[in-house]
DNA sequence: GTTTTTGCACTGACCAGTCAGTACAAATAG
DNA sequence: CTATTTGTACTGACTGGTCAGTGCAAAAAC
C-alpha cells in the first residue's frame, strides 16, 4: 500500500533521490505500525524491519523516532488538506453551491481515508493528546485541515447558502468529526461497503435528510 | 474528579471497602495519564505515584497494566450507555418523538464527555487500533454504546419520524462521531464555550438547519 | 571520491512485574 | 485481660528484559 507520494520536504532538489526512496520507504512502514500499535508501542527496530532497511540507516535519515513521526505527520495532513482544498475548488469552478462543496469535501475526505486508512488512524488516535512532543505540529495541522471546511462554511453564510445562525468553527469541527469516525467505522467494522454508499448515507445526514426536515 | 462510583465486582461483601477506595485512585489515576500519554507511554510507577500508592498496590489490586486498563474502559463505558439509554428512555416517557430522543442523547453524550473528558479522550485513541490485547474489549464496548443510538433510529424509522433511506448503522456511527469529535474540540480549543452552546451548535447540524432543508 | 547504506556489537536508561517483609485489625486461645 | 494467630492491604527494593540511540568499518551506489 502506497502511503504518500513525495514532491518536495525542503528546497532540496533531487539528485538525492535514492534518499527520497528510502525515506518514502520508512515512511510506510512507520504509519502502518505505529498505526496498529501507537507510538510508543513501535520500536526502531521494527519499522527498520519493515522497511527492509538497517537500523543504522533510520538514524542516517531521520534524526530521531519521534521526528520520523512529525515528519510524517506533516507530510500526511499536507495531502489531506490539498485534497479537500482541490475538492472544494472543483465544485467552486463548475459553479455549484456551498452545499455542494462541502459534500465533494465529505467525498474527498472519504477517497482520502480509503486510500490511506492507517494515517487517519494514526492522526486520531493521536489529536487529542496532551502532553506531547508532537503536540504543537499536530495543532497547526489540525488547524489547517479545519480551516478549509470553515472557509466553506463562511463563504455559505456569506452567501446565504447557509443560516446564519450556524457555529462556524464548532460546525466545522463537527463535520470533520462525521466524517473521519464515520469512515473509521466503515473501514474497521463493515469494510465490505463501498466507497458511494458511505458517501450517501453521509450526504443525507449532512442535508438533513434524515429527521424529515421542518 | 470522581471518575466512577464503583458497585460490585465480584461477589464480595462488603469489609474490603478500604481494597475499593485504592482501586478508584488507582482509576482515576490511569485514566488521565493514559489520555494524556497513551497506554504504553504512561508506566506503572507513575500510576501509582499519581494514586499515592506503592508500585506493589497496583499489582495486588489488578493483574497486570493492561488489566487495569480494560476494567477500566469496561467502567467507563457502562456509566455513558447507561447514560444514554436513560436520556432516550426519559424523552420517551415524556411521548416527545425521536428526533427529541436523539437530541436528549447528543445532550447525554456531551454531559459525558463534559464530566469525565479524560476517559473520552482515551476511548477514542484506543478505538481504532488493532492488533492490541483488550481489542476484543473495545469492540463489545463499542457496540454496546452505537446500538442504543440504533435502537432510537430503527424505531423512528418504524414510526415513519425517520426517512426509511437511512442506514442506520452508519448513520449511528457518525452522530457518535460527530458528538465524540465536537466536544473533545470543544473541551481542548474552545473550552470556555457553555455545554448548552454547543449543543444548540449540534442540535442545529442534527436536523439540518445548517444547509436550508430542501 | 562522495554519498548512502549495511551489519552488528554495545550502552545506559527505563520499566513491567516480583517478592520478602511491614502494619494492623479482628478473631481465637489461654 | 493478655498473648498468639490469621487474613488483608500495602510497601519498595530488586530483577530481567527491552529499546532508543551510538560507533564504526566495510560495502554499494552514483
Known amino acids: 500500500m502506497t502511503i504518500m507520494t513525495m514532491d518536495s520536504t525542503n528546497g532540496a532538489p533531487q539528485g538525492g533521490s535514492r534518499r527520497e526512496a528510502t525515506r518514502q520507504k520508512l515512511y510506510e512502514a512507520a504509519v502502518t505500525l505505529i498505526a496498529e500499535q501507537g507510538f510508543s508501542a513501535t520500536t526502531v527496530d521494527e519499522i527498520a524491519e519493515r522497511a527492509g532497511v538497517a537500523k543504522g540507516t533510520v538514524y542516517y535519515n531521520f534524526a530521531s523516532k519521534s521526528v520520523l513521526f512529525e515528519e510524517l505527520l506533516r507530510h500526511g495532513v499536507g495531502l489531506l488538506t490539498a485534497s479537500l482544498r482541490q475538492a472544494a475548488e472543483r465544485s467552486e469552478r463548475e459553479g455549484r453551491g456551498r452545499v455542494d ?114
Open 101 to 214: 462543496a462541502l459534500d465533494a469535501m465529505v467525498r474527498a475526505g472519504l477517497v482520502f481515508i480509503d486510500r490511506y486508512p492507517a494515517f487517519t488512524q494514526l492522526y486520531v488516535a493521536e489529536l487529542w493528546r496532551t502532553n506531547r512532543a508532537w503536540q504543537s505540529t499536530l495543532l497547526v495541522v489540525r488547524q489547517e485541515a479545519v480551516a478549509v471546511v470553515e472557509g466553506v462554511l463562511r463563504e455559505g453564510v456569506a452567501t446565504g447558502e447557509f443560516s446564519e445562525e450556524i457555529d462556524v468553527p464548532l460546525t466545522a469541527a463537527a463535520l470533520v468529526g462525521m466524517v473521519l469516525v464515520a469512515a473509521l467505522d466503515w473501514k474497521s467494522f463493515q469494510p465490505e461497503r463501498s466507497l458511494d454508499d458511505v458517501h450517501a448515507a453521509l450526504s443525507r445526514l449532512l442535508q438533513g435528510r434524515v429527521s424529515g426536515c421542518r
